[in-house]
């Protein structure tokens, strides 16, 4: 579960691109409950979703060219700006330069060299989350990647990760990250290396998030029936707890996750 969202390098923003945001605001507020507030009229459509009063995350209009719907994970930066020349030096791209978003902070989007986009920021008036691990929040991160080999060096050079590997049986590894110096107490997030026959399919590199839900069947069934495609049912993974995997009824990957621990 997330405890690191106050740490440099740790998850600590999570919003929405898509085609249709009044769409996808009554598809998640019907499987989670959010409620939508806009960010206001200089801010293109962009609004924040909340649980009982509190931010878990937000969503917006898709803005980059053949940009496909997609939730992206934002980790803290004390810099953007030097951030970004890290991600360079690692043999990533800057895809959205430093950019300052009005008094709440500075934002820039990356990919990595494996190809899964993610984000930085790095607060100002707006801190970042104010909600996760509990029903309709974000609690776990996951990418899973073409290359986790490179997907490890990357993040550990340009964000300082520290990450442990995890055998899963059968010649499978996962691997847990954290923030530097916070060991298990600050894990955020897993990196799983995609089966051949996942990479034969045509996959790609992509971060997915996990929302915490208090009952996974009952919430995989309200989004099936909400227009969400079923990718992985739900299942049990031994001290984690029963999970499953969705698209949302635009394409966009995330998981739900009843947390053993929660």
């Known amino acids: 579960m997330l405890t690191s969202t106050q740490v440099p390098g740790g998850l600590n ?4 691109g898509t085609p249709d945001v009044d ?9 989670f409950g959010w409620e939508f507030a806009s960010a206001g009229p200089e801010a293109g459509g962009y609004g924040f979703l909340r649980q009982d009063g509190r931010m878990v ?7 980059e060219e053949g940009a496909s719907s997609a939730w992206t994970v934002y980790f803290r930066s004390v810099d953007a700006d030097a951030t970004a020349k890290a991600v360079e030096q690692a043999g990533g791209s800057v895809r959205v330069p430093p950019t300052d978003v ?4 500075r934002t820039a989007g990356f990919t990595d060299p494996t190809g899964a ?12 989350l104010e909600l996760v691990n509990d029903p309709g929040s974000v609690s776990w991160i996951e990418l899973y990647t073409t290359d986790a ?6 993040y550990g050079s340009v964000l300082s990760w520290e990450t442990r590997d995890k055998p899963m049986g059968e010649g499978v590894v996962y691997t847990v990250a954290a923030p530097a110096g916070g060991g298990e107490q600050t894990m955020h997030g897993g990196i799983m290396q995609l089966a051949q026959e996942n990479l034969d399919a045509g996959s790609t590199s992509e971060w997915h998030p996990y929302f915490e839900v208090t009952d996974c069947d009952a919430t995989l069934a309200r989004a099936a029936e909400l227009g969400a495609t079923v990718i992985i049912p739900a299942m049990d993974g031994e001290g984690v707890g029963r999970f499953a995997m969705l698209l949302d009824p635009f394409g966009a990957p995330f998981a739900i996750i009843t947390s ?3």
């Open 102 to 105: 009005l008094t709440s902070g």
């Open 149 to 154: 080999a490179a997907a490890k060096d990357f």
């Open 260 to 262: 053993a621990t929660a």
């Open 117 to 128: 986009e993610f984000a930085v920021w790095q607060p100002r008036d707006t801190d970042g």
């Open 23 to 31: 769409a996808a605001v009554a598809f998640y507020s019907g499987v």
């Open 13 to 16: 923003w999570l919003d929405l």
């Open 57 to 63: 995350a937000a969503v917006g209009p898709l803005t």
